[in-house]
């Protein structure tokens, strides 16, 4: 429960300090707040069939969770290539992007092409802690205190 309390904060942290942009406003912009945003662009993004779509938001956290919940429901990692890497963190983001389009479709093979260490490790945490899957896979686990918390059974804390 702790890495997945980590992971939340790791999303929303990245989510406050993304600048904002200047892009112009758009249908989902007109006074709406952000989750209200968030779901506009996605459906938009859904019904289009084209995460590009989520780019068309001024808010980075919009656009980054936008296309994040395109990937995951559509299976699509390649979706995450779109976001930007202009700042430092951005590559962080992209990589857990695609962390969560392995943990969304179970794909441990996924998890494996994540190049940020501690997302990688979070990927396959995710896959064995919350999916259920073989603890075989703590075992690609770099990070020793999160090995160690993936091969700890459930409720022996």
């Not at 892009?23 to 993004?45: D, F, N």
């Not at 983001?93 to 389009?101: D, E, N, T």
């Not at 995710?126 to 205190?145: R, S, Y």
Request: glycine share 6%.
């Amino acid at each position: 429960m702790r890495i997945l309390r980590t992971w939340v904060v790791i999303f929303a942290l990245a989510s406050l300090l993304l600048p904002m942009s200047g892009r112009g406003k758009t249908q989902c912009e007109s006074g709406a707040m952000l989750t209200q945003q968030l779901s506009c662009y996605i459906q938009a993004a859904e019904a289009a069939g084209n995460p590009a779509v989520c780019l068309e938001s001024p808010e980075p956290s919009i656009r980054f969770n936008c296309i994040s919940l395109y990937a995951e429901h559509n299976g699509a990692p390649a979706a995450c290539s779109l976001i930007e890497a202009e700042e430092a963190q951005r590559p962080h983001l992209r990589a857990a992007c695609v962390s969560g389009v392995a943990i969304a479709n179970r794909s441990p093979a996924l998890c494996a092409t994540v190049e940020q260490p501690l997302v990688k490790d979070t990927c396959y945490s995710f896959l064995v802690l919350e999916q259920g899957m073989d603890k075989a896979l703590c075992e690609n686990i770099e990070n020793k205190a999160l090995q160690e918390a993936c091969n700890t059974p459930k409720g022996s804390n």
